[in-house]
T-cell receptor
């Protein structure tokens, strides 16, 4: 069964510092992987997706993620955090051949001055 | 382009009352998903439809919950009777399988409070 694990329910970084949010997946087939962001009182917004093309995926707002099969990881990074990046971030994996997604438990990113 | 539209955005009701949440998916999308989000349980998939047909309702918590999709542009999630533990944010999402990416597009959610 496909699943994702997000390490760290809360991450705090200083403005301008590197953002690293961790996601490990479990999948018996080549996975489709996603990162979503949720700002307060809003729905989830797609940041980026991996669909077996390039292993380094660039998304919106300066975020990117690298698919590493050997580590079963899909970590999200941003070189320099901005206050507006404060939000909750969800990693998700497509469940097999279905169109369902399995979401991680989320990581809340706090950005401090 | 209009995204997924949900109404109402906020609903406050008393225990025992019927609640109906509405969703309009992105035009042309063939999958529609209903989720519930709470602090305790996170994001839960309740039910999803493909071409207006319910495919998997295993996430629907109880018989008090029902969902319909009478046409490609409209879906409802009904709770009858409502209970305080149903208080949550309910999201609708849609996707297009033919696009091959399987990404889902979420609506803004309906915040339900049952007193």
């Amino acid at each position: 069964a496909q699943s994702v694990t997000q390490l760290g329910s809360h991450v705090s970084v200083s403005e301008g510092a590197l953002v690293l949010l961790r996601c490990n997946y479990s999948s018996s087939v080549p996975p489709y992987l996603f990162w979503y962001v949720q700002y307060p009182n809003q729905g989830l917004q797609l940041l980026l997706k991996y669909t077996s093309a390039a292993t380094l995926v660039k998304g919106i707002n300066g975020f990117e993620a690298e698919f590493k099969k050997s580590e079963t990881s899909f970590h999200l990074t941003k070189p320099s955090a901005h206050m507006s990046d404060a939000a909750e971030y969800f990693c998700a994996v497509r469940r097999g051949t279905a169109s369902k997604l399995t979401f991680g438990t989320g990581t809340r990113l706090q950005v401090t001055l | 382009d209009a995204g997924v539209i949900q109404s109402p955005r906020h609903e406050v009701t008393e225990m025992g009352q019927e609640v109906t949440l509405r969703c309009k998916p992105i035009s042309g999308h063939d999958y529609l998903f209903w989720y519930r989000q709470t602090m305790m349980r996170g994001l839960e998939l309740l039910i999803y439809f493909n071409n207006n047909v319910p495919i998997d309702d295993s996430g629907m918590p109880e018989d008090r919950f029902s969902a319909k999709m009478p046409n490609a542009s409209f879906s409802t999630l009904k709770i009858q009777p409502s209970e305080p533990r149903d208080s949550a944010v309910y999201f609708c999402a849609s996707s297009l399988a033919l696009a091959g990416g399987y990404e889902q597009y979420f609506g803004p959610g309906t915040r339900l409070t049952v007193t």
